[in-house]
């Protein structure tokens, strides 16, 4: 199966989901994420606002800001690429491409190699580390320049155990699902 074909089996699959198991998956996701030693540890971490079709990071972002981490959150700022800018709460967040909640211009530049833990959406991924993410090479471009830890989040009903990848596909420190963290083996 190419990554196009991917796509659309686990786009038709996220239809298929029932908002109840959603929102139950997200907030068990999150649950183990804050809870991770990776979380714990972390000081600066980086994470993507969920839209309607990845998990629900909200409340992770606001375990964040409990927890005094310093925040950064993905700015896409012209085709494939984006940068972090830190963010002190939701109100820095505004519509931004594609629909999806982004930071304010004024919020301050975040460089990737100043994260401890990098929070990364998906289409899907697997326990392998790989990642199969939704065709726009944001995080292609991005990843390699990161130097920490990285988080996968998947829903496990949309885990795939066979991912075509490609030389530039980054592997993932840890799978995170609503059943658990998996150490993937990429460990930076």
């Not at 600066?44 to 964040?64: K, S």
């Not at 530049?109 to 990364?120: S, W």
């Not at 596909?169 to 658990?180: A, N, W």
């Amino acid at each position: 199966m190419t990554k196009s074909e991917l796509r659309g089996t686990i786009a038709a699959a996220v239809k298929n989901l029932s908002p109840t198991y959603c929102r139950e998956a997200d907030a068990a996701i999150c649950r183990f994420v804050t809870n991770s030693p990776a979380y714990q540890r972390a000081r600066t971490i980086f994470c993507y606002v969920g839209n309607e079709r990845e998990i629900d990071t909200t409340a992770l972002l606001r375990a964040a800001f409990q927890d005094g981490k310093i925040l950064a959150v993905p700015l896409c700022t012209a085709p494939g690429v984006m940068e972090a800018r830190q963010i002190q709460g939701f109100s820095d967040l505004v519509s931004g491409k594609y629909g999806i909640l982004a930071p304010k211009l004024h919020c301050p530049l975040v460089e990737p190699q100043d994260f401890d833990l990098a929070i990364v959406p998906c289409c899907t991924g697997n326990a392998k580390g790989q990642r199969l993410g939704y065709g726009g090479g944001y995080y292609d471009r991005y990843l390699p320049l990161v130097q920490c830890p990285t988080m996968l989040l998947c829903r496990s009903r949309l885990v795939t155990e066979d991912i075509p990848t490609e030389p530039h596909d980054q592997v993932m420190t840890y799978l995170v699902t609503e059943e658990g963290v998996t150490l993937c083996g990429n460990t930076h």
